[in-house]
């Protein structure tokens, strides 16, 4: 499928999300990276941000420069994005087992829950960041389509 060259494209894929590896937030990890890589990532998302891309960095062993450079000048699939995640980096069941443990256990501070909840109109007193974030993304997608 073609994509417009000027089309912003919001990373709807979950952090929740694993790939063949089982790692939580890789497959998210790797949409923005190849979105970013083409000039197509929206408006206000990180190419690689300090949050839940460093924390699957770090888990997984991997440099984030290392990381960003493969994809811009190689752009893998995702499939062959996981594989070099596999070769370079530690994937063993205990390490995914315990990235996957912080992805889900992770709570936005109480500020920014509120904040979040507020923007969305959410009155339901959620502060994990995995629905959180989910739930901003569909919103930011809800208000580029009916702008």
């Known amino acids: 499928m073609a994509v417009a060259s000027h089309t912003k494209i919001i990373p709807l894929i979950s952090s929740g999300t694993a790939g063949p590896l089982g790692a ?3 497959p998210r990890l790797w949409t923005k990276l190849t979105l970013a890589a083409a000039g197509l990532l929206a408006e206000g998302y990180d190419e690689c941000g300090p949050g839940f891309d460093q924390m699957t960095l770090n888990a997984l062993g991997l440099k984030r420069d290392e990381v960003i450079t493969y994809v811009r000048t190689r752009k ?3 499939v062959e994005f996981e594989e070099w995640v596999a070769q370079k980096g530690k994937t063993d069941p205990e390490t995914i087992r315990k990235h996957n443990a912080a992805i889900t256990g992770y709570n936005h501070a109480d500020d920014k829950a509120a904040h979040m909840r ?3 109109g959410l009155k339901k007193e959620i502060k ?3 629905t959180l974030n989910t739930l901003e993304d ?3 997608l809800h ?3 009916t702008k």
């Open 76 to 78: 893998p699939t995702y």
């Open 118 to 120: 507020h923007e969305l």
């Open 128 to 130: 994990d960041a995995v």
């Open 24 to 26: 939580l937030h890789l």
């Open 143 to 145: 208000q580029t389509v």
């Open 138 to 140: 569909l919103h930011e």
